[in-house]
C-alpha cells in the first residue's frame, strides 16, 4: 500500500486469500500472485484505522475493529459489509475469539462483548482496565487479559467469573494456552507469567 500507515498490520489466512488489516483499510489479497481482491472501506476513511487482526467465521464472514469505535463484519469474497457494531466506547485493539456460533470481542473500553454470527449482542463482561488482547479458549472457558494487572477465566456461556488472578504488570497480548492446561503471557511488568488454568494459581 502507499503512503504511511498509523497502525501495525493484522494478518489472517484462508487458502488461497490473505486478509490484511493495515492503516484505514482492509485488504483481501490472493495469496498466488499478489492481486488484490477487495478492500474495505472503498474509499480510505481517515477516522477508521485497523490494528487487530481480521478474524474468519465458519459461515464466510470477516470480524475485524477499527481504532474508533466500529467493530465490522465483512462478506470474507466481496467485502461487502454485513453488519457493525459501533456502541462500544473504546477502540478495537485486539482481535475477536470466534467459537462456534459466538463472537467474543474484547473493547479498549474494559467491556468483552459477546455476538451471534448475525450481530446480535449477547452478555458482556466488563474489567476494571481496557481489553486489548484478544481471549483464548480451552473449550472450558473464556480467559482475558487486562490492562488491570488481572486474567479473568470466564464461563462461555453467560460471562460469569470462574477465577481472576492479579498478575502484577498489564496484559496487553493475547495468552498462549498449553496442552497441559497453563497459560504462559507477557506483562508490562516484564514478566512471563505462567497460571494454572484449573484454579488461576501462578
Do not use: C
Request: hydrophobic residues 40%.
Amino acid at each position: 500500500t502507499a503512503g504511511m500507515a498509523g497502525s501495525w498490520p493484522g494478518v489472517s489466512v484462508d487458502t488461497d486469500i490473505t486478509f490484511i488489516s493495515y492503516g484505514p483499510q482492509v485488504y483481501a489479497v490472493r495469496i498466488t500472485d499478489g492481486t488484490q481482491v477487495w478492500r474495505f472501506p472503498e474509499k480510505a476513511d481517515p477516522r477508521k484505522t485497523f490494528y487487530a487482526a481480521p478474524v474468519l467465521t465458519t459461515d464466510g464472514q470477516l470480524i475485524v475493529g477499527d481504532y474508533g469505535n466500529g467493530l465490522h463484519s465483512l462478506d470474507a469474497q466481496s467485502g461487502l459489509e454485513r453488519w457493525a457494531f459501533t456502541e462500544a466506547k473504546g477502540r478495537w485493539i485486539g482481535s475477536v475469539l470466534v467459537v462456534d456460533e459466538t463472537i467474543y470481542a474484547p473493547n479498549a473500553d474494559g467491556k468483552l462483548y459477546t455476538f451471534d454470527l448475525r450481530g446480535n449482542k449477547g452478555w458482556q463482561f466488563e474489567a476494571k482496565g481496557a481489553l486489548w488482547a484478544a481471549p483464548v479458549t480451552d473449550g472450558e472457558k473464556i480467559y482475558v487479559g487486562s490492562m488491570d494487572h488481572f486474567i479473568y477465566a470466564l464461563n462461555p456461556a453467560n460471562g460469569t467469573v470462574a477465577w481472576s488472578v492479579d498478575v502484577g504488570g498489564a496484559v496487553i497480548n493475547t495468552p498462549a494456552l498449553s496442552a497441559e492446561g497453563m497459560l504462559y503471557l507477557g506483562t508490562l511488568n516484564n514478566e512471563i507469567v505462567v497460571v494454572d488454568t484449573a484454579n488461576g494459581s501462578i
